[in-house]
Every structure is written in structure tokens, then in C-alpha cells.
């Protein structure tokens, strides 16, 4: 198994709640501005998360774990998700939430150490033999086909290469026609060749076709320097997960029974211990040669009291292992059962692992914070409020909630419209108050009324 064969396993992921959070909105010495990336309030808690991304910049706070603790819909996600952005695209970023753990087909101390391994990156740097430019020619060379039949074959490819030095025609097997059209490889991109595997890499389009639009699809890189032949050092990202997967996924073989596995659906399997510590002794002996680097990433936890006593147990074991990332737990619970035992516990964790933990508290957002943030969630979502309305809405917000508050934009902008108008009235915000209700005017009717509904 290759390296550039690994595929990323990374989740794709899109929180529509949280679009708005582009970091946690610090100055260029740490201090938290009032407003900024998305963020309103909240100003302790951003500088202490600020801390903290400085000390995993470090590599100070491997095995180490931060708990964000405070009333539902203040923020907790919301900074977990700021501390990614402010780590930056390279540095992993695994959420779950405590219930994911509850499988029928896996263990819960397994769902655990795959978002661990998750978690951990590996930045292997390689010095290999290319041929890079900019494609100049590309031209499959048809023959008859040896085997007869009507149709004809690809004997080779014929590819002009050019840098700024010089230009080079390159003659290639025809298996790596097959990856240059799924690369989708076409006169005036740039792309290198690799000397000993022969995989090809689109880098972009030239530059020299960029043309004077504000927003095009394609990337645009510069001609390259030196030689079309070359020593170029290659940077390829991993998590210790994408290695775990791709040496454990079965390959096959080319008989019926074979087949029909790969065409039916694989259930989730496990990763056994022995194939792990097969691959962290390969990545050790890549560290200890300086091929390749650890980038110690975030796993964040939401939810945490969902985990059960034996969950705890092993977290505690793993934060204390040489391959730990920096693990990120959430919670709104206060004194409450540890899962699992007849205990109490603050937030629903141990008392063992609590004192592993640095806690931070979020606050409940005030009356302007609130008008702050829905008026930043109207405009991410393309809704105009005029000035009562917003004020309206923040009062629903402070005697409901913000989560409820900020759902009621979407329907008030339909009912809006639905009246010919584009911008929301206080009168929307009413109507659409009384269509949909919160959990304190539920639990409030279900008091009143409980004769009426079974128990």
C-alpha cells in the first residue's frame, strides 16, 4: 500500500448553525474584540480558547483535555468550531457527539479510538523525481488492436511539457492516460508526473489563461521554475484513521465470490489492535527518520455526559498514550449520573478524569448581545429585519431562548414574502410566535393540562 493511494476518510460536515463562525475574533495580542469572526460576547471564554490554540500551535497540550461547560445556546459549539478555524485547514478537526458511541456492530471503546486516530495527523514530506510544466501537447497514439476486433487501442501518450527553462515531450504508458482524464488533464494546466509510480497531479491552470473575472472556478498557479525534469520535495496530509482503513480494507480477488463481496454493501468492522500498532511502528520509524511529522489534532466531543462509565475509563487511559490528540468535551448538564453507575457527579463525568481537565464556562448572552447575534444570522442568511423587528425577536429570544429566536428568522422571511413584502415586520415575527412555540411554552401547557394527555 502507497502512501498517495491512502484516500481521506475526513467526515464532510456542514452545521448551518454555525456558518457564521470564521474564529474566535481576538486581537494580534490575544485580547477578544467585542465583535468579530461571527462572535458576539462571550469575551473570557474566546481569550481562554485563544490560550489554548497557542499552546497546541506549541505542541504543549498533547494529551491534555479542555471541557466547555454552560447553559444550552451559549456558544459551546460555536468556540469548539472557532478553535478549528483558528488552527487552521492542516491541523485535524474531529467532532462527534457522546451518543455516537452506541453501536450494534462496533465496540463504544472502538467508535472511540477510530475519532482518536481520526484526530492525529501525519505530514510526510518526500523528496521524489517529477517531470513538471505546463502541458503544452496531449495526444493518445491508437493502434489495431492486438487481440482483432474492430475497435482500436491506446498504444501510448504523447505529453509536451514546458517550464520557464525549457520544454520536454514526454512518451507514456497508457494506464496513465486513464489518471490524466480523471484528473481531468487538458492544454495549458499544470501538472507533475511522478519518475517511479508514474501518478499524475493536477496543480491548477496556468496563469497565463487567467482572465479579468472576480470569480472563476478554476486556480490558477504560476508557470514553474528549472527544468521540466526535476527533485521536487511533496507534502501529503494523512490521519493515522486514513492508514488504519486503507491497510485493513480487503482487496480482493478476481473470483465470483470475491466479486459479489465487493458488490454487496460491507458492514462497519473493526480495526484490530495488532494492525495499529503495525502502522504506528511504521510512522514511528518515518518520524524518527524526519520523512514525516505528527500534527497532534482537535477531537471535540459534544455531549460528553452521554458517554458511559467504561467510555471515561478508557479516555482516561488514552489522554495518557505517546499518540494522543488534544481532546475537546462539551456540556450543558450540571449535578447529574455518571452513565452507567448510581453515582453523582458534576456534569456527568468522574471525578478522575474532571481533575484532567481545564474548564471553561460560557455565560447566558444579555438582551444587546442577542440583537447582535440574530442580526448577524439575518444577514448570513440573505433575511432583511428592519429595526423593530429585530428588537421584537430578541425579546422572544430572552424570554424563550436564542435557538428558538434564531429559528424563527426563515419562517417570518417566507411569511414575509408570502405577503409581497422582502423585509420582516414585527407583525411576521407575532404571527409566526404563536405558529411555533418553545420547549418553556410546551412544558408550561403539558403542567395545565396533563388530564388530557396519557402518561
Do not use: W
Not at 462527534?96 to 477510530?114: I, P, Q, R
Request: charged letters at 25%; hydrophobic letters at 40%; aromatic letters at 4%.
Amino acid at each position: 500500500m502507497r502512501i498517495e493511494e491512502v484516500a481521506s476518510s475526513v467526515k464532510s460536515q456542514r452545521v448551518s448553525t454555525h456558518t457564521h463562525i470564521k474564529g474566535l475574533g481576538l486581537a494580534d495580542n490575544g485580547e477578544p474584540l467585542p465583535m468579530a469572526a461571527g462572535f458576539v460576547g462571550q469575551e473570557e471564554a474566546r481569550e481562554a480558547c485563544g490560550i489554548v490554540v497557542d499552546m497546541i500551535r506549541q505542541k504543549k497540550m498533547a494529551g491534555r483535555a479542555l471541557l466547555l461547560t454552560g447553559a444550552p445556546g451559549t456558544g459551546k459549539t460555536a468556540l469548539a468550531l472557532g478553535i478549528a478555524q483558528e488552527l487552521g485547514s492542516k491541523v485535524p478537526f474531529c467532532p462527534m457527539v457522546g451518543s455516537e458511541v452506541y453501536s450494534s456492530e462496533v465496540k463504544k471503546t472502538e467508535v472511540l479510538m477510530e475519532n482518536f486516530r481520526r484526530a492525529i495527523g501525519l505530514r510526510i514530506k518526500e523528496t521524489k523525481e517529477v517531470y513538471e510544466g505546463e502541458v503544452t501537447e496531449l495526444t493518445p497514439v491508437e493502434t489495431e488492436n492486438p487481440g482483432g476486433g474492430y475497435g482500436k487501442v491506446i498504444s501510448h501518450v504523447i505529453i509536451g511539457l514546458r517550464t520557464a527553462k525549457g520544454t520536454k515531450q514526454l512518451k507514456l504508458d497508457p494506464t496513465i492516460y486513464d489518471t490524466l482524464q480523471k484528473e481531468k488533464v487538458s492544454p495549458g494546466d499544470v501538472i507533475y508526473v511522478e519518475a517511479n509510480s508514474g501518478a499524475v497531479k493536477r496543480v491548477g491552470r496556468c496563469d497565463a489563461y487567467a482572465t479579468e473575472y472576480d470569480l472563476e472556478a478554476e486556480e490558477y498557479v504560476a508557470l514553474p521554475k528549472g527544468d521540466v525534469h526535476k527533485k521536487k520535495e511533496i507534502v501529503q496530509d494523512v490521519t493515522l484513521h486514513d492508514l488504519d482503513a486503507a491497510n485493513a480494507r480487503p482487496q480482493g480477488g478476481q473470483d465470483i465470490l470475491s466479486l459479489m463481496g465487493q458488490l454487496m454493501k460491507p458492514k462497519k468492522t473493526e480495526i484490530t489492535d495488532k494492525l495499529r500498532a503495525e502502522i504506528n511502528k511504521i510512522v514511528n520509524k518515518y518520524v524518527d527518520s524526519g520523512t514525516a511529522e505528527l500534527v497532534p489534532g482537535v477531537l471535540f466531543i459534544d455531549e460528553v455526559h452521554m458517554l458511559d462509565v467504561e467510555c471515561f475509563t478508557y479516555l482516561n487511559r488514552a489522554l495518557e498514550s505517546s499518540l494522543a490528540p488534544i481532546v475537546v468535551l462539551a456540556t450543558n448538564r450540571g449535578l447529574c449520573q455518571v452513565r452507567g453507575t448510581e453515582v453523582t457527579s458534576p456534569h456527568g463525568i468522574p471525578i478522575d478524569l474532571l481533575d484532567r481537565l481545564v474548564i471553561i464556562r460560557t455565560s447566558v448572552y444579555s438582551l444587546e448581545e442577542m440583537v447582535q447575534i440574530l442580526a448577524i444570522r439575518a444577514q448570513v442568511e440573505g433575511i432583511q429585519l428592519d429595526a423593530d423587528a429585530l428588537a421584537a425577536l430578541a425579546d422572544i429570544g430572552e424570554e424563550t431562548s436564542l435557538r428558538h429566536s434564531a429559528g424563527l428568522l426563515t419562517p417570518a422571511a417566507l411569511l414575509a414574502k408570502t405577503n409581497g413584502r422582502e423585509e420582516v415586520t414585527r407583525g411576521d415575527l407575532a404571527e409566526v410566535a404563536t405558529l411555533f412555540r418553545d420547549a418553556k411554552y410546551s412544558a408550561r401547557l403539558l403542567t395545565e393540562r396533563s388530564d388530557l394527555y396519557i402518561m
